[in-house]
Structure formats: structure tokens, C-alpha cells
């Protein structure tokens, strides 16, 4: 038997009394990921470190045990990026291989702890930062999201010479239909309306509730005449009444269309535009659409 036979003899013989499961690594390439630990004999050459963590098929953070002779040089620090290293000289004795491996293990036990509060943490503030931007009873974006993403998108557009569009729609007559069934029949029709909505444009713009009966969309690099074709596609979805849980509701929408830059430079004046367009939709009756004219178009 040889010298490193007997050593791994031995070890295979230490860890499996503390119930860990050992398999020496035969040829390098072997799949080892999630292995929680690499035992490197450092009396073989350069087998060391990131290299031997490459071969070995690992994880490139896997804790190693270094096995070096007893006046031989120690392994070059910048070979392992790991924090977690530990070195034991050869001949190896029982107690000293045990302490080394509690460090080693202790370690990546609390590194394991902490990684999994650093995910609990980032999935918690990643939940909070969804609910901050999304409207409660729709679950479409709300008002904060929406200017935050309209001024990333008129950033975008400039950088490109694109327009962008914006749709505010306003449902008619809905607070006749919430005085008639209640505010939580008109919170269902609320959510089926954004439904419908978020559906028809799918990943071509964003939606927002904007608030009270109206939504808002944003159409990047849309001109003004594809927006109003947009508009007029998304009003022909309720043509048919819309089921309220066990009524049939008939509602309709009216628009106001606005494009940057040709109508506004800037977030407040774009939406203004949009604004007063749908003032002109709804004073023209329900069911209309009004894309915004020129700057001599004044609400009367």
C-alpha cells in the first residue's frame, strides 16, 4: 500500500465515523458541484486552489483542506480565492485533522446562514419594492410607477430620436355604476378593466392605474396616429357587457392621446396634453377618442 493510498485509507475511515460521505476524485473534469468540501494533497505538485477546485468539477468557493509535508512550502495564498482554507502538515494526527475540519465546516455553516438571510433579505425587499409600485386593487402599476418609468422611457426615446405616446383612459359614467352595485363590484370591474387593458398591448407599453376610473399607458417609439389605433383596438374589447360576479355591466371608454416631443419636451406638459385631449373625448359623449390638436386647444 502506498503512502497515499494509506492516507486516504485513513481519512475515508475518519469521516465516515462523523457520518460525512467521502469519495476520492479519480480524474479530473468529474461533476462535484454542491460538494461542501475539497481535501487537496498539496504533496502532489500544483494541484492547488482554484485549479483544483476547476478540475475537481467544483464550486469556486469550496472550502479546501490543504495536506502539505511536514517542511514542505506552504500553498501559494494567491491560488485560492476561497476564505474558507484551512492547512494540515503531514504525518496527520487524529485530533488536529478533526479541529481543522470543525473550522472549515463551522464556517461554511454560518457562511450558509448568512447567505440565507442576505436572500431572505433581498426577496423581502424585492416583495416590498413590488408592493410600493404596484396599485392594490388592480395590480397594475400605480401613479409613483408610472412617472418613475415615463421619464426613463422619455430619457430612452431622446437618446434614440423616437416619439412616445401617451394614453390616459377614463371610464364612462363608472361612479353611476358604483353607486348602483357597491364599490367592491366596482373594484372587480376596476380589475377587469386593467385586465383587458394589460392584455391587449402585452409587452408593447406599460400600464398604470392613474387614479380613481383611470388608466394610463405608455407607448415607447409610438407615434400619435399608431397610438389612437391602439386606443381605438383596446375600446372594441367592451363592445360586449363585462360579467360583475353575477351582473352584466356596460362600459365603455373615452381617451386622450398625447405624443412626445411633438406635442410636449417634458413629463408634466406630455401629460397635460394627454389630460385635456380626454377633456375634449368626454365633453364629445362617451366612447370617444381625441388625440391632443395644437397648444391653442384650451378646455372650455
Not at 377614463?170 to 392584455?199: P, S, T
Amino acid at each position: 500500500m502506498t503512502r497515499d493510498d494509506e492516507l486516504w485509507n485513513i481519512l475515508d475511515i475518519w469521516l465516515t465515523q462523523k457520518g460525512l460521505f467521502f469519495r476520492r476524485i479519480t480524474y479530473p473534469g468529474e461533476n462535484n458541484k454542491g460538494s461542501s468540501l475539497l481535501i487537496l494533497d498539496g504533496r502532489m505538485g500544483t494541484f492547488y486552489g482554484d485549479w483544483g477546485r476547476e478540475a475537481a468539477g467544483m464550486d469556486p468557493d469550496t472550502p479546501v483542506l490543504w495536506i502539505v509535508d511536514e517542511n514542505g512550502p506552504c500553498p501559494d495564498p494567491s491560488m485560492n480565492r476561497s476564505a474558507f482554507s484551512e492547512i494540515i502538515r503531514y504525518p496527520i494526527r487524529e485530533f488536529e485533522f478533526h479541529r481543522r475540519l470543525f473550522s472549515l465546516t463551522h464556517l461554511v455553516e454560518m457562511k450558509n446562514i448568512m447567505d440565507a438571510r442576505d436572500r431572505s433579505l433581498r426577496s423581502e425587499t424585492s416583495r416590498w419594492k413590488k408592493k410600493a409600485f404596484t396599485d392594490s386593487i388592480t395590480g397594475l402599476y400605480n401613479y409613483r410607477y408610472f412617472t418613475k418609468r415615463l421619464t426613463m422611457e422619455i430619457r430612452r426615446v431622446k437618446r434614440l430620436n423616437d416619439p412616445i405616446s401617451l394614453v390616459i383612459f377614463d371610464l364612462d359614467d363608472f361612479k353611476v355604476l358604483n353607486d348602483q352595485y357597491g364599490h367592491l363590484a366596482g373594484n372587480r370591474l376596476l380589475r377587469e378593466v386593467g385586465r383587458l387593458i394589460r392584455r391587449s398591448v402585452k409587452k408593447s407599453g406599460v400600464v398604470a392605474r392613474y387614479g380613481g376610473d383611470e388608466f394610463i399607458l405608455i407607448l415607447p417609439s409610438v407615434d400619435k396616429n399608431t397610438a389612437v389605433r391602439v386606443a381605438e383596438k383596446i375600446s372594441s374589447l367592451f363592445q360586449d357587457p363585462l360579467k360583475n360576479s353575477d351582473v352584466l355591466c356596460r362600459i365603455t371608454l373615452s381617451a386622450g392621446i398625447a405624443e412626445f416631443p411633438v406635442d410636449a419636451d417634458e413629463i408634466t406638459a406630455l401629460i397635460r396634453c394627454a389630460d385635456d385631449a380626454l377633456y375634449h373625448a368626454k365633453a364629445g359623449g362617451k366612447q370617444q377618442i381625441r388625440a391632443y390638436q395644437s397648444k391653442d386647444w384650451m378646455r372650455t
